[in-house]
């Protein structure tokens, strides 16, 4: 795979010292079995990225950056981003992490509301291309404001964009009964029934290992279990096993 970080080639093992420290402060961020899996599990991940219509990929891009159209404010760092000839996949990894806030308290918490719905009509901008409704900010509330600027960074590279939320978990989720899977397919609902941007929940199913087991046993947020983290990637110990995986499309 052809793995790049702002731009550069590096191995996961490399792209590890790229990374905030803090991506490491705890062995369960989500980040942690993301590398280990693009680092041990090619094969797999090859095979998902196919079967979501990612033909021939060229770049896999890990914190993809895309800055807002309007307004001032962060840019959106996608976990991976898969770029082929014709395609687009930004892809966002989960695992320990709760759901993150809605537009709505996104909005509320600012002292310039005005700038902040700058920000949000520039990704609205770059969604309306692909959507079968007219978008408005007012539509936006409760849709959870990291989904909206990930699909709309997918957008941004205009080359049929796709969408993909990836669980890692111990045991599949009911179906329908996950937030992700819940909050991608509200988000669909208000996009519009268009074919041209598909979303999709895969979950992958993981089992960790006594070496995780002993990492985790480890105080959050400190030094040493930063590098303690950062140097069993870079290692590429076996912290989890990889088992399996399934694909919902949304």
């Known amino acids: 795979m052809n793995i790049l970080f702002e731009n550069r080639n590096l191995t996961v093992n490399e792209a590890v010292d790229y990374y905030k420290s803090s991506e490491f402060a705890s062995p ?12 041990q599990e090619e094969a797999m991940v090859k095979e998902i990225i196919q079967k979501l219509g990612v033909i021939d990929p060229k770049e896999f891009h890990l914190e993809y950056k895309v800055k807002p159209k309007k307004g001032k404010g962060n840019a959106s760092h996608t976990d991976l981003f898969v770029i082929s000839e014709i395609t687009a996949l930004a892809l966002e990894a989960k695992w320990t ?8 308290k996104w909005k509320a918490d600012t002292k310039n509301p005005d700038n902040k719905e700058a ?5 609205i901008e770059f969604l309306q291309p692909y959507s079968n409704n007219e978008l408005n900010i007012d539509k936006m509330d ?9 699909a709309a960074s997918a957008c941004a590279e205009g080359r049929n964009p796709k969408l993909a939320y990836l669980l890692f978990t111990e045991s599949y989720s009911i179906h329908g009964y996950s937030y992700i899977e819940s909050d991608l397919r509200n988000f669909k609902n208000l996009l519009g029934t268009s074919n041209e ?12 290992t006594k070496k995780f087991e002993d990492l985790s046993h480890m105080k959050k947020n ?4 930063i590098k303690a983290v950062k140097s069993s990637i870079e290692k590429g110990e076996h912290l989890f096993n990889f088992i399996e995986y399934r694909i919902t499309t949304i």
């Not at 992490?97 to 709505?104: G, L, T």
Request: aromatic letters at 16%; charged letters at 20%.
């Open 142 to 150: 409760n849709v959870v404001y990291q989904l909206i600027h990930r």
């Open 28 to 39: 369960t961020r989500s980040t942690v079995p993301l590398l280990l899996w693009l680092q």
């Open 119 to 123: 920000v949000l009509q520039g990704w």
């Open 222 to 225: 400190t030094k040493e279990t």
């Open 97 to 104: 992490e709760k759901r993150y806030q809605s537009v709505k």
């Open 197 to 208: 941007f598909p979303f999709y929940f895969i979950e992958v199913l993981i089992s960790p």
